[in-house]
């Protein structure tokens, strides 16, 4: 710990102390007292518990319980802002460009790529950031006065940081009321509109300088979930998803009509000291009978100021013609106007005087009419569910359809893509609430690709695909609706025709390994193949990282994953096909968390070439983008792996290898292929020999972790499982990852991996396999930082409150054995005698906040005790309550959620 992170840290502590000495000083006797023991290298366990027993038996539970919440708070601000100090906001980029110079690449190559090259955040509403809006402003502001503290000694930021935590301080942590969909919403579109523009559109102009010519796309583009995202998820109808899209619309475009403004007070320039070109002065003309009179005469000689009031007329209509029946002359129809017209106004000036019309430009050129783009997610059930129906109604098949043998499903669905188009309005009446609600969805999306933006939605996601008439199913749907209307025998440009992407999800073991199979049946079948044709031959493929874990372990999953993109772009090589591949990661490393950079970097070659889609979920929203310099830096550090990836699978062949790191980048040798195949088959079965195969184990997961007290939390809008059911499967892989994490045994993020490193039996195999493969090293590099935020000793004092005492001990004899062997097997692999001790930096940020989620979780298991002994309805909602906001707490200290 450096010297200037401790003075830090020293002072948010003082400034904790001093506040609640002032406020509470019964609180701050016992946060001292149980800090204190806890902090001791042996500690005593008698007078833990019995500081823990006074607490709660208090008045001021919460308030302790708020005290550790908020340090853990301060703490993340604090790191994040050392993290800054030590990261080039933008640089990285350039030290990417320069590296791939370096090793010989061409800079007309590299500047190719990067002219192209597309990184596509897509922010998803999973219920894992536990903060409530009150607490993301509040990091926001806080972050700022500690800035000017301790940069400038800013005695003003100084009383408003101390007035910031006072609120804080009689502020409740957790939420109150359920999380509705349209508050998800606001609380992204802060985010969007108070950072993540701002630090795009920096990373924009920095990408248009080093390339020194205007961009002509985005290289980063938008997504999101939330009004889309209706797999198991009742509260998303077809009514939220449109005044989804509508406010998304509404807000980019008045961000531009306050651009404008800005941009029309500052341009006052005049035609008596700079001349305008003769295509600006024709559209002055053109548009002359737009302006008042007095508009003509008080910008008669200013025609900067005269174009940017008809370009925000413009926009303003616009807002009026989506609601309108008649056509709406003067407006825009798409953004490449908008950029026209900025374009204009650019020609006519130098450099330095268009420097913030090129900033508009490039905020077009994110932004759009859509702001986000919006992902339709749907589970396959629903899809085969509405279409049984309706094949029933129309006599092309009985109602039991879905239950058919897959080749009659694919001949039913051929004999019905052969047919005329069927116009969906005249059978809504005719069929069920939900298969109407579905048939509605897709005239829904034509309606808004039409009227609000052709990129508003891009792609229908179908959750969980197991095979390619799921697919199918959803071609038809696509074909009756309008957003696939067929193209004419040899006609090669039809992309007006085509308006939406259907990508299956491929979620569990399974489903990945029969991924390659599904895809090219699809391409035999001549309605599917004609579609991938009219899109040019691109296939969007949603690979999830969540449910493979639970369904397989966390090494089976990551190699599963690995494996199945592998087979995929040699398939598409042999196919002609480009897959366009979305990376559904979480949070936690058990879904895909853990480095963007380095796990971009380790992919399998050429899944890249220019292209990354991925989800942004919960508190990694917060994390990464809520801060607009970590936001930019971020993106910048994400953009910067991206070209180099993109770079080597682009130009690199199979056999190239970088000499300087002596590790092959575009290949995995057959040898260390055979040692992962070993580890992850034995990692497989150790894992579903625990979580599947034992008896009694959803039992003591149910009562061994907080889920139940979870599950209650206003997180988000979306149920905890897809059914009503008791098994694991059925179980969202969120909630599942979250209770883990909580009870501090973290077992989706490591469990069975150190079954599966036992099995090689030279393990010297294994050594090498990380020295050299990029891949392997990434993903047990992921997994030990995982593996310190375990503490076993307080996930075992959760198993008291397991029922069945023997079933219990078995389980939890199996977890310590497997922890132990983890541990063992990767300090040998990585060459450590303490987790982590290579990487110094990472093992004292985890350690450094280990007391104080160690004080929360102990007070936790005291206040769940209470609990399950009350039969007062009034005590049981206090303690429900506490329970609560002990789990936010350790949620803040462990970060990485869910």
Known sequence: MDNRFESELNFIYEIMIEMLSELNPKCLDFFLKLREQILQTHKPEKKIKSILQNITLSDNTLEVIKAFSLYNILLNIIEERHYLKNQATLSTIKKSYNELLNEGFDKQDIDKILNTIQFYPVFTAHPTESRRRTFLEAHHEISNDLHKIFEFNDEEAKQHLKYRLRLLWQSHLVRSEKLEVLFELDN????????????????????????????????????????????GNPFVTNELMTQTMRTQHELIIKIYLNKIKKLSRELSISTDFIPINAELEDSLKKEKNEQSRVEIKLHNREPFRAKLNLMAKKLKNRLIAVNSLNSIDFSYKHPQELIADIDLLINNLDNVSATYLKEFR???????????????REHRDVFVDAISEVFCLLNISDSDFGTFREEKKIQILNTALEMPKLELNSILDKVSKSTQNILEAFLRIDWAKKYISEDIIKSVIISMTTQASDILCVLWLTKQS????????????????????????????????????????????PHYAHYLHDLNMTQEIMIGYSDSSKDGGIFTSNYSLYKAIFELMALGENL?????????RGGSVSRGGGNLESALLASPPKSVCGFLKTTEQGEVISSKYLNPKNSQSNLSNTIGALLKKSVHDSFCSN??????T???????????????????????????????????????????TPIDFIQQLNLGSRPGRRKDSAKVQDLRAIPWVFAWTQNRSIIPAWYGLGSGLESIHNQNKTKICYQESEFFKTTIDNISQALLKVDIDIAGQYNQFAQDQLTSQKIWKMIQNEYHKTMDFILWVRDEKELLENQPKTRESILLRKPYITALNLL????????????????QDRLIEQIHSTIVGIAQGMRNTG
Not at 209 to 217: D, E, F, H, R, Y
Request: proline share 3%; with cysteine.
């Open 655 to 660: 056999t190239t290898s970088n000499t300087k």
């Open 576 to 584: 002609g096909i480009k897959f366009i591949l979305f990376h559904g």
């Open 188 to 231: 992204l579109l802060y985010i969007i509109e108070s950072s993540i523009l701002k630090s795009s559109q920096k990373v924009l102009d920095y990408i248009q300088n080093l390339l020194q010519k205007p961009l002509q796309s985005s290289p980063i583009h938008l997504g999101s979930w939330i009004g889309g995202d209706r797999d």
């Open 662 to 704: 002596n590790k092959n980048i575009c290949h995995i040798a057959p040898i260390h292929w055979e040692t992962m195949q070993e580890i992850s088959q034995t990692s497989h079965n150790t894992y579903r020999k625990l979580v599947y195969e034992t008896d009694g184990f959803i039992e003591y997961f149910k009562q061994a």
């Open 362 to 376: 490039n905020l077009v050129l994110l932004g759009g009419f859509h702001l986000m783009c919006i992902d339709f």
């Open 860 to 875: 936790q298991i005291e206040l769940i005790k209470k609990y399950k002994l009350s039969t007062d309805m009034q005590q």
């Open 482 to 525: 309008g957003l696939w209307e067929p193209s004419k025998k040899n006609n090669t440009h039809n992309k007006i025709n085509t308006k939406i992407r259907i990508t299956p999800l491929f979620e569990t073991i399974q489903d990945l390994e029969k991924a390659k199979d599904i895809i090219n049946t699809l391409s035999q079948n």
